[in-house]
């Protein structure tokens, strides 16, 4: 039989490329292998809806199993894949089988950082990436229970809300100076930590943590400066690394994760790599290679690579886009804050309000906004749109709650 192509990890960017050769007219062969026992299922509900709503939560499925069957694509489930032989095109699993492949996608995706600190591996400190994960969280996040949560990136501001919604008592620790430090504006970051503030959660920035301890009843986090937390249960939010062993052990290149061209390509022509567990240049921010965590970064580019597997030269060339949802509020971010050089605020009836970045020669390369529900939606959309077409829209026009930004896309 001829080989087909074959795609290792069936999350978000795998599970969309397996589809998405189908879509365009492949009829051979398409193997999607994942470690998991589910079928392929989104990840962003893991921290919040899985954690506080009322009915017992089920994996929100990409696709489910009847799919696969009317697609013709084989999902081979609870199995990893060990090895790759690029010279014989085939890979191996833990079970002792191999599969041939004409192309081969890793979409290996990322793990949990675990903190270099004593203590780190107490049963009390958990990360969060998969459904069971969301599963123990639910169980411990309840009415009086204290919370630790180490991190103040996206996922730990997202689980310190679900946790204090559940009426947790919630503690936040983040070594640097302040929250989301990292592509998120100071002005949304400190809207957001008042938010946090306003719902209970206690906020420790600035302060480095020494130690994980045990006092008991739970972990004890102990901080740079001596002060002590004790929790019933400590969440590490601290970022994830890609998981590039397998690729490394193949030879391939690495570069902050598995190194792929702008067609989304390994240092092996006939293998691709897409999603957290890949680094690419993007032509819009003029090359600079990035790697991103992003729901839709997995999805879009699980569909590039499908085409790209079969033979399209077309360069991966999206706007990157983040959002986050807490309490009441979402937050969203489009393109790469720190590319610009400087601000434009536009303020919203309702307390909303975007920031629009600008680099030296005016051009708009990023937006980034906070609101109520979707206050902000449309306009971060319009302003990803300004973004993809490289636009230099007024500053005054931008700031001007009255200019519609839809009139900038027509200048």
């Known amino acids: ?18 589809f998405a050769l189908r879509e365009q007219g492949w009829t051979g062969l398409v193997t999607l292998i994942g470690e998991e026992i589910h079928a392929p299922y989104e990840r962003p509900p893991l921290s919040k809806a899985a954690l506080v709503d009322e009915a017992h939560p089920t994996p929100r499925y990409i696709v489910g199993q009847e799919r696969f069957a009317a697609e013709g694509v084989t999902h081979i489930a609870d199995r ?18 191999t599969i041939a492949y004409d192309r081969l996608l890793l979409a290996t995706g990322a793990t949990p950082r675990r903190l270099p600190i004593p203590g780190a591996d107490h049963a009390g400190c958990v990360t969060l990436r998969r459904f069971e994960d969301a599963l123990h969280l639910r169980e411990r996040f309840r009415p009086g229970a204290r919370i630790a949560i180490i991190g103040g ?10 946790a204090c919604q559940k009426g947790a008592e919630v503690t936040i620790i983040e070594a640097l100076p302040r929250l989301l430090s990292r592509g998120v504006p100071a002005e949304i970051a400190g809207a957001v930590q008042e938010r946090h503030r306003a719902a ?13 301890e045990d006092h008991g009843a739970g972990p004890a986090v102990r901080l740079a400066s001596g002060k002590r937390i004790e929790a019933d249960l ?39 790599a897409a999603g957290d567990c ?7 921010y003029g090359g600079r290679r990035v790697r991103l965590e992003s729901w839709r970064n997995a999805q879009e580019q699980g569909t590039h690579a499908a085409k790209a597997m079969l033979g399209s030269s077309e360069a991966f060339d999206a706007v990157p886009w983040f959002w986050s949802d807490q ?5 969203q971010v489009a393109g790469l804050v720190d590319e610009g050089r400087q601000s434009v605020r536009r303020d919203g009836a309702d307390g909303s309000f975007i920031l629009f970045h600008l680099d030296d020669d005016a051009r708009l390369v990023a ?3 906070i609101g109520p529900g979707n206050a902000i939606a449309r306009d971060i959309r319009l302003a990803e749109m300004l973004i993809a077409r490289r636009a230099r829209p007024d500053a005054a026009a931008l700031s001007d709650p009255q200019t519609r930004l839809k009139s900038l896309l027509a200048a």
């Open 1 to 18: 039989m001829h080989p087909g192509m074959v795609i290792v990890g069936a999350g978000e960017a795998g599970a969309r490329a397996a």
């Open 80 to 97: 990893a894949v060990t090895t790759i032989d690029r010279q014989m095109r085939h890979v191996g699993l833990n079970d002792g089988s």
């Open 153 to 162: 990136g996206f996922i730990g501001l997202e689980l310190a809300a679900s």
């Open 200 to 212: 209970g959660v206690t906020i420790l920035c600035g302060d480095g943590i020494a130690a994980i």
């Open 234 to 272: 400590a969440v590490l939010g601290v970022g994830a690394v890609p998981n590039t062993s397998l690729a490394q052990s193949a030879g391939l290149a690495v570069d902050n994760g598995i190194a792929v061209d702008d067609r989304l390509r390994t240092s092996d022509e006939t293998i691709h």
């Open 278 to 284: 890949c680094s690419f240049p993007l032509p819009i």
């Open 327 to 331: 309490y009441d509020l979402s937050l």
């Open 367 to 369: 937006a980034s906004g």
